[in-house]
């Protein structure tokens, strides 16, 4: 059985913590994926705005504010580094901030976390072999 919650860009905004809460409180989920995905669009399209100085329409700009903090760590690492592509880095720490994020997201999940009761860890699906990636495990 799944528990799934789903916004473009995987990032974890205040309703996916309540939801996560939820799930680990009162349904007691004892695993938590972030899932990223190659070829991400909306942080693709995030680090479009960024580069282009220009926000996107309607309300595509909340979540170019969410996933920039992984946008500007990747632009900024290749920027300094030879290779890599920006995409890829800036999907990948995505990843990484949003496992850390629910990993010590207070009261619930960070208690869980260090109960023993709750794993939070992250991924990246591969859409040309459809496997996961696991970079995030705790």
Request: hydrophobic letters at 50%; one cysteine or more; proline letters at 5%.
């Amino acid at each position: 059985d799944l528990f799934v919650c789903r916004v473009a860009g995987n990032f974890a905004g205040t309703e996916a913590v309540a939801s996560m809460e939820y799930a680990v409180a009162v349904l007691n989920t004892p695993l938590i994926l972030v899932l990223g995905h190659d070829a991400c669009g909306a942080v693709d399209a995030t680090l479009k705005a960024l580069n282009d100085d220009k926000p996107p329409p309607g309300h595509i700009p909340s979540l170019v504010d969410a996933i920039a903090p992984a946008a500007k760590a990747a632009m900024k690492g290749a920027a300094m580094q030879q290779g890599g592509e920006v995409l890829d880095k800036a999907i990948r720490q995505n990843v990484i901030d949003n496992v850390a994020k629910l990993r010590s997201a207070a009261p619930i999940l960070n208690a869980a976390v260090e109960q023993g009761k709750l794993r939070v860890v992250g991924g990246i699906y591969r859409l040309t072999t459809g496997t996961v990636e696991l970079i995030a495990q705790g």
